[in-house]
């Protein structure tokens, strides 16, 4: 059975085509383009992933809008069912904004834009998205982000990190996030937001492929499943 995977646009999206083509050259079928305004998913989905970008320009607060788009009730009822959720960039902010994942996005703590490459560190390499890496590992990924400062209060950075749900963290200073948290799962382990950008780095004419064994983990994950 092949890999039937989603990716949903919303107006400001500016990562989907880059996402989309990541899981393409990985998983080998092209994903459905899901728009923002759509009410439903499709029957059987294997993995959605919501883009970097600048949905509704980043107005009111990043990803805010987004997270009431009618398309997002069903990914949320999706995830909830265990279907996986990539979220990245703009991605990770609609999951915080939906109540997928805990915690907001705020404004970088140096109030600039980053754009470069960063080192990661996997924090926890027993995910279905971070299989494919070794606990402690340093990758390099590029950011693209000016509200990448990961929040949440103490109670809830002590439970993510007890329960092992801190994915990655950044291995040098890049925007003030809390515990230098860069992804973050949720309890069931099937939806992931981070900042940084995979879907960058798949393939050596990006510069680096570390973001490809990610695709690949979720891939092989649920093909064996």
Known sequence: MSFRSAV?????SNCDRDMADALEKVSGTAPLRIWHGDAD???????I??????SYGDYLRSG??????PIMQAVVAAANRGVPVLGVCNGFQVLTESGLLPGALLRNAGMNFVCREVRLAVANSQSLFTAGYAAG???VIPVAHHDGNYFADDATLDRLEGEGRVAFRYAEPVNGSARQIAGVLNAGGNVLGMMPHPERMIEPE?????????????VKALATA
């Open 49 to 54: 992933a919501l883009p970097g970008g600048f």
């Open 41 to 47: 998913l499709p029957d059987r989905l294997d993995f």
């Open 206 to 218: 990006q510069g680096g492929t570390d973001g490809r064994a990610l695709f690949e983990s979720a």
């Open 8 to 12: 949903i646009t919303f107006p400001g």
């Open 64 to 69: 805010a809008m987004a997270a009431r788009s």
């Open 137 to 139: 590992q340093e990758i």
